[in-house]
């Protein structure tokens, strides 16, 4: 079977910094993504890792460690605007549908 | 212009309706997604086009059943729906099938069965 696991709440304050995991096991390992979504909202792309390492975008960032099977999601000088759910999701091969972790519900206090 | 847009917002139908969901991107993409989503669940796979060809159905009930007109449009049928079918629909395009990691989503038709 395919899982990814993400914690499923977290609160943090503004201007802190919050990391966001996931781990999975899965049959295959093409690629990492994380998408953000508001209350009512769409999903939103955020980032995207293939190999080990750290991608920063702005006030977001996210690691991979393909031999650990683990990613996480990292955002910097938290807003109130970040209180959403995250998502991270494995696409098990090329072209492979996108599994999506159960969510992590971020919510961020004044 | 980098926007799905989905058609209705909204929609409320009874058991017995026939209705459509309508998805437009015009970023020419040439793989487009249909999923489901209940509240506080990740999203769930139900179809993928891919250059207009149904490419995958995650064995969905034939209740639901998808088409795409052209490059540019996906539509969704739906009849004879049941009420655990109540849920937010969302569209999704990708470059293509193989650049999926990146899916540009709308903002969904929330559906209500009756």
């Known amino acids: 079977g395919q899982s990814l696991e993400q914690p499923s709440e977290v609160t943090a304050v503004e201007g802190a910094i919050v990391q966001i995991n996931c781990t999975y096991q899965t049959s295959g390992f093409y690629g990492l993504s994380w998408y953000q979504q508001h209350d009512g909202g769409a999903p939103t792309f955020l980032s995207y890792?293939?190999?080990?390492g750290l991608e920063e975008t702005g006030r977001f960032s996210s690691f991979l460690s393909r031999s650990d099977s683990y990613g996480y999601l990292l955002l910097q000088e938290l807003q109130m605007k970040d209180s959403a759910s995250y998502f991270c999701a494995v696409r098990v091969y090329q072209g492979g549908k996108l599994i999506f972790g159960q969510g992590t519900e971020l919510s961020v206090k004044p | 212009d980098t926007e799905v847009t989905q058609t209705p917002k909204h929609l409320v139908m009874g058991m017995t309706n026939k209705k459509s969901l309508k998805c437009e991107q015009h970023?020419?993409?040439?793989?487009m997604y249909w999923y489901k989503q209940k509240a506080k669940k990740p999203p769930e796979l139900m179809f993928v086009?891919?250059?207009?060809?149904?490419?995958i159905n995650e064995s969905v009930p034939s209740r639901f059943s998808p088409e795409c007109p052209n490059s540019s449009l996906l539509n969704l049928h739906l009849h004879a729906l049941q009420p655990e079918d109540s849920a937010l629909y969302l569209c999704?395009?990708?470059?293509?099938?193989?650049?999926?990691?990146?899916?540009?989503f709308g903002s969904g038709t929330q559906l209500s069965v009756l």
């Open positions: 890792n293939a190999l080990d």
């Open positions: 999704a395009s990708s470059l293509s099938r193989e650049s999926n990691e990146k899916l540009f």
């Open positions: 970023m020419g993409h040439r793989a």
């Open positions: 086009y891919s250059y207009e060809k149904l490419s």
